[in-house]
């Protein structure tokens, strides 16, 4: 994928634009609001990562104007503004995700991967989900394992649909608590966990294969088999 | 009291201006006055005049030219103070009686009235002429005189007057200025003194209760709110120092080890990866004063909206339920349907996750939390119970405090801001928070004020 780094921070840029090379992007790098807006008006990239505060003209600027004109690249804020409202505007001005520094890699990484698969519109309209042989009726709301039908609470359900949606990527926790709980804050506790660890009882049992894989300093990973 | 201070007053500007306006018009109603008086005087003469030649023509006709020229000779010589003028003429204009004047020529004005030059004194003579049958004519006149004597002596009193008027109005504007001068300048040292560092300054108030009282005490009771936020501040920032201090040397002790390690691949990776987790505590500690910062300002309020705060506890439930359940603790909810309150439904939640995160944290294992949510007629009363140790009564309010830990031993875990953030929210929605006996355990209590749609929604 094309990513366009939009960041006036020089460290920060060089630690954004060596980990999505890391991880097999090509990488465009402007420092400042103005070349930044040209550069994404004027060349198709795959994706935008943008600074809030920049020079010249700032993010959320940058990402109205890109969507007034109609485009739609995928796209996410970065921000040292945390709080709720500061969120809301972001979004609001067409950023598809928030994300607020200080930030893991991974976490940006597995945020990235989430709305370029969104835009590329897979699975957005399925009525069934199947990873391996897990299989998910969206319209039945029923799940099954091979021949095991598996009996799940709504709020695991949520959950399990979001993984499998992300199949292959990995989806952090506050991506999980944003999306299956629809909260904005890092909860800073192991709850997520305990759900997922009760949901992988349910999913994976002694005999099958694994598919719900722990991601060590990221988050979780629902994939058919280790990679 | 400098003189510098009592010229550059804004009190005594005023003072002065009054006093100008008061001069300004009770110099006009003097003006008049004299105006009318003067004119009155005249008329006065004007009268005297009249009457004297009204006596002398009936004179004339009781007895004839004798009977004048006796009146006036008589007259001629008891008037000493020369106020009269009589001049008696015969038909062909030798002199009878009366002054040696010459006859006047004026012509007389519409009342027949002469005004001549006097030979004595200032003024003018008022005079009028009489025409006898047999041809003699006469002239009385009468000195103005006393009109120009009351007129100076009008306008000597009432300079006077004015003058000691203004005297006065100058005088007490500047008694009034330094008066007031005195307890601004009382306001003023303490301010100087504050402002030198001595924040236990306050202004003195006085018995009067006037409007400098009002202000003082405003001024007072800013400054009593001014200290405490200094000192919480003051605490804070002390318990920042502290708590930061731990994580960062640790990560600096382990970062300076790691350098020995560094053909180790496999410790030295451990090492940063502590590092990096020693970082994220120490951010997250950050993060938690900043949010709770956030929500002091009352700024989320600018975004509230109504919440479903059933669902919310629900939610909270839901969420917490497996992590309670895995370490062998039972978590219960119990709630009225459909409660609503106009608020931020991420901070109400983030507090009870905190409040419910808590509980479960301190309950051993078997223990019970409780989650209640009551709609009261006034309030909403949102409660997190647990049997667990419960917080002894002397730190029920100190929990609240940032970064303050019952018991710091008990464990790492925590950084001391989850009761923080809940009293802030619970402020931030109006409310008030506070913990009670739970016998056993701790019962946290959350009085929220019931939105005012609330039936309706």
């Given at each position: 994928?094309?990513?366009?780094?939009?960041?006036?921070?020089?460290?920060?840029?060089?630690?954004?634009?060596?980990?999505?090379?890391?991880?097999?992007?090509?990488?465009?790098?402007?420092?400042?609001?103005?070349?930044?807006?040209?550069?994404?008006?004027?060349?198709?990239?795959?994706?935008?990562?943008?600074?809030?505060?920049?020079?010249?003209?700032?993010?959320?600027?940058?990402?109205?104007?890109?969507?007034?004109?109609?485009?739609?690249?995928?796209?996410?804020?970065?921000?040292?503004?945390?709080?709720?409202?500061?969120?809301?505007?972001?979004?609001?001005?067409?950023?598809?995700?928030?994300?607020?520094?200080?930030?893991?890699?991974?976490?940006?990484?597995?945020?990235?991967?989430?709305?370029?698969?969104?835009?590329?519109?897979?699975?957005?309209?399925?009525?069934?989900?199947?990873?391996?042989?897990?299989?998910?009726?969206?319209?039945?709301?029923?799940?099954?394992?091979?021949?095991?039908?598996?009996?799940?609470?709504?709020?695991?359900?949520?959950?399990?649909?979001?993984?499998?949606?992300?199949?292959?990527?990995?989806?952090?926790?506050?991506?999980?608590?944003?999306?299956?709980?629809?909260?904005?804050?890092?909860?800073?506790?192991?709850?997520?966990?305990?759900?997922?660890?009760?949901?992988?009882?349910k999913i994976d049992d002694a005999q099958s294969v694994a598919l719900i894989h722990t991601v060590r300093g990221a988050g979780y990973c629902l994939r058919a088999s280790k990679s | 009291m400098r003189g510098r201070d009592l010229l550059r007053s804004r009190a005594l500007r005023l003072a002065l201006l009054y006093a100008a306006l008061f001069g300004v018009s009770i110099t006009a109603l003097l003006g008049a006055i004299y105006l009318l008086a003067a004119n009155q005087v005249r008329s006065h003469v004007d009268e005297f005049v009249a009457s004297e030649l009204e006596m002398l023509q009936a004179d004339y006709v009781v007895d004839g030219f004798d009977g004048v020229l006796g009146l006036v000779q008589s007259r001629d010589a008891s008037d000493r103070s020369n106020h009269w003028l009589y001049l008696y003429v015969a038909a062909d204009g030798s002199r009878l009686a009366g002054d040696d004047d010459p006859w006047p020529d004026a012509t007389p004005d519409t009342d027949g009235f002469l005004t001549l030059p006097a030979r004595q004194h200032r003024g003018v003579v008022r005079a009028r002429v009489a025409h006898f049958p047999?041809?003699?004519?006469?002239?009385?006149?009468?000195?103005?005189?006393?009109?120009?004597?009351?007129?100076?002596?009008?306008?000597?009193?009432?300079?006077?007057?004015?003058?000691?008027?203004?005297?006065?109005?100058?005088?007490?504007?500047?008694?009034?200025?330094?008066?007031?001068?005195?307890?601004?300048?009382?306001?003023?040292?303490?301010?100087?003194?504050?402002?030198?560092?001595?924040?236990?300054?306050?202004?003195?108030?006085?018995?009067?209760?006037?409007?400098?009282?009002?202000?003082?005490?405003?001024?007072?009771?800013?400054?009593?709110?001014?200290?405490?936020?200094?000192?919480?501040?003051?605490?804070?920032?002390?318990?920042?120092?502290?708590?930061?201090?731990?994580?960062?040397?640790?990560?600096?002790?382990?970062?300076?080890?790691?350098?020995?390690?560094?053909?180790?691949?496999?410790?030295?990776?451990?090492a940063i990866e502590q590092s990096i987790d020693d970082v994220d505590s120490i951010l997250t500690t950050f993060g938690a004063l900043l949010r709770i910062a956030n929500v002091e300002s009352g700024r989320p309020r600018e975004s509230f909206t109504q919440v479903d705060l059933t669902a919310i506890v629900h939610d909270a439930e839901q969420l917490f339920e497996p992590m309670a359940s895995a370490e062998h603790k039972t978590l219960r909810l119990d709630a009225d349907v459909g409660v609503q309150i106009r608020g931020s439904r991420d901070l109400l939640f983030q507090a009870l996750a905190n409040l419910v995160d808590?509980?479960?944290?301190?309950?051993?294992?078997?223990?019970?939390?409780?989650?209640?949510?009551?709609?009261?007629?006034?309030?909403?009363?949102?409660?997190?119970?647990?049997?667990?140790?419960?917080?002894?009564?002397?730190q029920r309010d100190k929990v609240f405090q940032r970064l303050y830990r019952a018991d710091p031993s008990r464990s790492s875990a925590g950084n001391g801001l989850g009761l923080s953030l809940v009293r802030a929210v619970v402020l931030l929605h109006d409310g008030y928070c506070q913990i009670v006996d739970n016998a056993p355990g701790a019962r946290v209590i959350l009085s929220l004020p019931v939105a005012i749609d609330s039936r309706l929604a």
């Open positions: 994928m094309r990513i366009l780094v939009i960041e006036d921070d020089a460290d920060t840029a060089r630690y954004l634009i060596k980990g999505l090379r890391e991880a097999g992007h090509a990488v465009d790098h402007a420092a400042n609001g103005k070349d930044g807006l040209f550069m994404a008006a004027s060349e198709p990239y795959d994706g935008l990562i943008v600074d809030r505060m920049l020079p010249h003209v700032d993010g959320l600027t940058i990402v109205s104007t890109l969507r007034a004109s109609g485009n739609a690249m995928p796209t996410i804020i970065l921000s040292a503004l945390g709080e709720v409202d500061d969120r809301v505007r972001g979004l609001r001005a067409g950023g598809d995700d928030y994300l607020v520094k200080p930030f893991s890699f991974a976490e940006l990484l597995a945020r990235l991967e989430a709305v370029l698969r969104r835009s590329r519109g897979s699975g957005a309209t399925d009525t069934v989900l199947r990873v391996a042989d897990l299989e998910m009726d969206l319209l039945g709301r029923s799940v099954r394992r091979g021949h095991r039908a598996i009996d799940l609470k709504p709020q695991e359900f949520r959950l399990l649909e979001y993984l499998m949606r992300n199949a292959g990527q990995v989806v952090t926790r506050t991506m999980l608590f944003e999306h299956v709980w629809d909260y904005h804050f890092d909860p800073q506790t192991n709850v997520i966990d305990v759900h997922i660890s009760r949901l992988r009882g | 047999d041809g003699s004519r006469i002239l009385v006149g009468l000195n103005d005189y006393e009109v120009g004597e009351m007129r100076s002596a009008l306008a000597r009193s009432m300079g006077l007057g004015l003058g000691a008027m203004l005297l006065l109005a100058i005088g007490g504007g500047i008694l009034v200025t330094l008066a007031m001068l005195r307890q601004i300048e009382a306001i003023n040292r303490v301010t100087r003194d504050i402002m030198a560092g001595d924040l236990r300054q306050r202004v003195p108030i006085t018995a009067s209760n006037d409007e400098f009282d009002m202000l003082g005490r405003n001024i007072n009771a800013m400054l009593d709110r001014i200290s405490t936020l200094m000192d919480a501040i003051r605490g804070v920032t002390d318990n920042i120092a502290h708590d930061l201090r731990l994580p960062l040397s640790r990560l600096r002790g382990r970062l300076e080890a790691s350098l020995a390690d560094r053909n180790q691949p496999a410790q030295l990776e451990s808590n509980a479960i944290k301190y309950t051993r294992a078997g223990g019970n939390i409780l989650i209640t949510l009551r709609r009261r007629d006034a309030h909403i009363e949102l409660c997190v119970a647990d049997d667990g140790p419960g917080i002894p009564e002397d």
